[in-house]
């Protein structure tokens, strides 16, 4: 069945259970060894206990959820998404300890108090009504229960954001990013947000780590190609080859012993439920 969302996340449900979801899905094990190395800053972070209840938000194909399981080793995880496809990724590589619902966690009536962290890997940043959608998660934690969020830092301190959306935009105005989209990595907005919706003691954590995109420069040309280059659409096929080719270019700079890897940073942002 499909999810019933609110009706500012029904353009999100549409792209989840569409082209976005099908990438995502195909793509999904790059997606998670691209942002590998913020792995231990995470759970490091979050301080996931054996016996503790967690909720992972945005959960994609499950492998936070996964991981938080084996933290939460006598306790549960279940993740939330509404991506179906990547869902069904999801269960079929589920452990005994780990469920996972197609919802909208901006209005799922979880029940109340019944997590005792709430986490989110880069899958709370695109709520229509966030401050509807954190409230809604507060109510699910118990008293004291925690949140535990990595989010992005502001393009500007990602290179590979800035690298490929100058490189895809061609001398075009780049796309305006929903404001909502980046609610989360400005630190006095986020703290605002989280602190109306009922969470208290926030704090962000500034991290930063090589983003990886491929073992060589045509399998991480590839894979970016894929993801960004609905943004050269409406480009002649001279003007896309030349972005190809630029972006190739620089791939070239980029290449490591260990594959491709841009700079990339984020925030891990901390709160509590009073």
Avoid at 75 to 92: F, H, K, N, P, T
Wanted: glycine content about 8%; hydrophobic content about 40%; overall charge negative.
């Amino acid at each position: 069945m499909t999810a019933t969302v609110d009706p500012s996340n029904s353009a999100q449900l549409d792209a989840w259970n569409g082209d976005q979801g099908s990438f995502w899905t195909r793509r999904a094990q790059r997606f998670n060894d691209g942002v590998a190395a913020y792995r231990d800053h995470f759970f490091t972070a979050a301080a996931i206990q054996p016996h503790e209840a967690v909720l992972d938000i945005g959960c994609g194909s499950g492998q936070t959820t996964r991981d938080a399981a084996l933290q939460a080793k006598d306790g549960s995880a279940l993740g939330v998404d509404l991506s179906e496809q990547m869902l069904e990724l999801a269960r079929r590589e589920a452990a005994p300890n780990v469920s996972f619902l197609h919802a909208d966690a901006q209005i799922h009536p979880f029940p109340e108090g019944s997590f005792d962290i709430a986490i989110s890997r880069h899958g709370a940043m695109f709520f229509g009504d966030a401050l509807a959608a954190f409230g809604n998660i507060a109510r699910a934690l118990r008293p004291g229960g925690r949140l535990a969020l990595l989010t992005w830092q502001p393009a500007v301190r990602n290179e590979w954001m800035t690298t490929f959306r100058t490189a895809f935009a061609a001398g075009r105005e780049q796309p305006v990013v929903p404001p909502r989209a980046g609610a989360l990595n400005d630190p006095d907005l986020t703290r605002d947000l989280l602190t109306s919706a009922g969470f208290t003691d926030v704090e962000l954590r500034p991290v930063s780590e090589p983003m990886y995109f491929g073992r060589d420069v045509e399998d991480a040309l590839a894979f970016v190609v894929e993801q960004f280059g609905w943004m050269t659409r409406e480009l002649d096929t001279e003007t896309r080859d030349r972005v190809v080719e630029e972006v190739r270019a620089s791939m070239h700079e980029h290449q490591t012993e260990h594959g491709v890897f841009y700079g990339s940073a984020a925030w891990i942002v901390l709160a509590r439920r009073p």
